[in-house]
């Protein structure tokens, strides 16, 4: 009996133990997710705007331009910028976002990835290990872009990428991410990032011409201006990425102390009752010595 009080004693201590890191891990990712989530709102409009500008003026160039960023060829090669977390102890977050990019795959790049000629680039330690254990190729190369999240980092990715597919190295890349809703709620999404996709209405046709003055020419603004609208729409999509795993790794730290709650409680209920039946064994025990006594 007492070494089933001493267990029960161990487990309760460890239970508390377990629910201080989830209370410390809770209150550390809030702090940061307030961060993320401000940057995110602040930035989310501006490259909203600036990705429907870059669309329409794409869509409504005269056909003899020559869009490098924009031509839209037969798809053989494919890169897919992947974007989970360095850590885990978030949820199901990384496993939404790998459940997401293995989809994309299989619905719409399955004989590019059987012909060996689909890449992922992977932003975050989680993705590359996910995808370097199914074998998959891989490029580490900005896996560690949120040791030190900035612009300049996200700018390295997106340029490499703009050049690869200026290259013709890639035939089409989409990102892959979360996009930050609020700190329960991320919608997983697979998103076109290059060639730059045209706005189209409903019935799938151009929209209305923009009634845009170009000054300077049409070809220098629309080349100096590509590059630096698709370094918004990634950075934008990191960011989105980084709130999201803050707000899912606040929610799960905040559903594991419910539970280490509930279980304390179980466990409480569990040692008194143990710690009853002793004394009332001991109390028999000492009636029942009395009582010989007395015989």
Known sequence: MAGQLKEVRNRIKSVQSTQQITKAMKMVSAAKLR???DAI????????KLQEMLSNIVSNVD????????????VKKVLLIVITSDRGLCGAYNANIQKTA???IQERYSEVHRNGNLSIWAIGKKGAEFFQKRGYKVDTHFRDIFLQLSFDGVQACAQ????????????????????????ATQRFVSEPFLPIPKQENANGEKTQKADFIFEPAKEILIAELMPKILNTQLYKAVLDGNASEHG???TAMDKASENANELLKTLKISYNRARQAAITTELTEIVSGAAALQG
């Open 63 to 74: 056909s003899s331009a020559n869009i490098a960023l924009a031509e839209v060829r037969a």
């Open 41 to 48: 709102i602040q930035m989310r409009p501006y490259a909203k």
């Open 35 to 37: 961060r993320a989530q």
């Open 160 to 183: 490499e990428a703009i050049k690869a597919f200026a290259n013709k190295e890639f035939d089409a890349v989409e990102i892959v991410y979360s996009e930050f809703k609020n700190a």
């Open 248 to 250: 899912a790794r606040m």
């Open 102 to 104: 293995l989809s994309t």
